[in-house]
């Protein structure tokens, strides 16, 4: 079982920078792939950055794209999302998720992953 606390989230202007942070619970959190995902208000969720179990592996959504960056800190528990660069499209609500299964092929997809945080909302203005 693990368990997922996400922070970081705020109120930033456009062109400005957030960073996530998602603190997970379990002593074998290193064997989770780690995702990050968000949902705008009457959207679905969608995938932004994922990285495997050893961090030497990572994605991202064509949206996000050299402005965020996934990295993770096994000895912390924890993962992170650096969002330069921000826009107003970036506004949502940004969760990170686990999953023991994950492999580099379904890294994007929302239902392969089994375990989620609360979300931490991240709004951009103009």
């Known amino acids: 079982q693990v368990q997922l606390v996400e922070s970081g989230g705020g109120l930033v202007q456009a062109g400005g920078s957030l960073r996530l942070s998602c603190a997970a619970s379990?002593?074998?959190?290193?064997?989770?792939?780690m995702g990050w995902f968000r949902q705008a208000p009457g959207k679905e969720r969608e995938f932004v950055a994922a990285?495997?179990?050893?961090?030497?592996?990572?994605k991202y959504a064509d949206s996000v794209k050299g402005r965020f960056t996934i990295s993770r800190d096994n000895g912390k528990n924890t993962v992170y999302l650096q969002m330069n660069s921000l826009k107003p499209e970036d506004t949502a609500v940004y969760y990170c998720a686990a999953d023991k299964r994950i492999t580099i092929a379904t890294m994007t997809r929302t239902a392969e992953y089994d375990y989620w945080g609360q979300g931490t909302q991240v709004t951009v203005s103009s």
């Open positions: 379990g002593r074998t959190w290193s064997s989770y792939a």
């Open positions: 990285i495997n179990r050893s961090g030497g592996n990572t």
